[in-house]
């Protein structure tokens, strides 16, 4: 039997999106679990085992679900996986959902991967979804981040408030994606 290679969801300069598979677990696993990119995400550093992590992705993969999606970040010269790109809060009467990424890999950090990966997630996003507005959260003293999202195409909406953490609410709507990109 021949093993499938996952599809790839789009290229850009610098990165490589595809479908996530169960060897991307050890990665994704120690990124959750390590507290300086918890702090990226306005979260707690992930302690569950392992195995748990494992069965939860597991499930993940075989029952994919419309309303959130997460992609491997790929570096194509290396094949190697740097980081993840997700999408949530999908709604189909909208036509809109909300972004995350993670760079994992440190020696990959303020090279321009995360701002490529956002730029091929977008086209994803309004070209395969059909979505018209994708929408994104990032804490208010990550400045490095809104940068790259701006980059990428998202402008800043207006402070937000939430769970005790001040957010630079962001936004990328397909008319603005699509003159940006003509």
Not at 51 to 61: G, I, P
Request: with cysteine; hydrophobic share 40%; net charge neutral.
């Amino acid at each position: 039997m021949t093993a499938t290679q996952p599809r790839i969801v789009g290229e850009g300069r610098l990165v490589r999106l595809r479908e996530k598979t169960i060897e991307d677990a050890e990665r994704d696993y120690a990124w959750r679990c390590d507290p300086e990119l918890a702090r990226f995400d306005a979260a707690r550093p992930l302690t569950v085992r392992f195995s748990n992590f494992v069965a939860t992705m597991r499930e993940d993969l075989q029952f994919p679900t419309i309303h959130r999606r997460t992609f491997a970040i790929d570096d194509p010269i290396t094949g190697r996986h740097i980081g993840n790109v997700m999408y949530y809060g999908y709604d189909a009467f909208v036509l809109e959902a909300e972004l995350g990424i993670t760079i994992g890999d440190r020696e990959y950090w303020e090279r321009g991967y995360g701002s490529d990966a956002v730029r091929v997630m977008l086209r994803y996003l309004f070209e395969e979804m059909r979505l018209r507005r994708v929408y994104l959260h990032t804490l208010s003293w990550n400045y490095r981040a809104q940068a790259a999202f701006q980059r990428a195409g998202f402008l800043p909406v207006r402070p937000v408030s939430r769970g005790g953490y001040d957010f630079i609410y962001m936004e990328c709507r397909l008319e603005d994606w699509q003159e940006a990109t003509a």
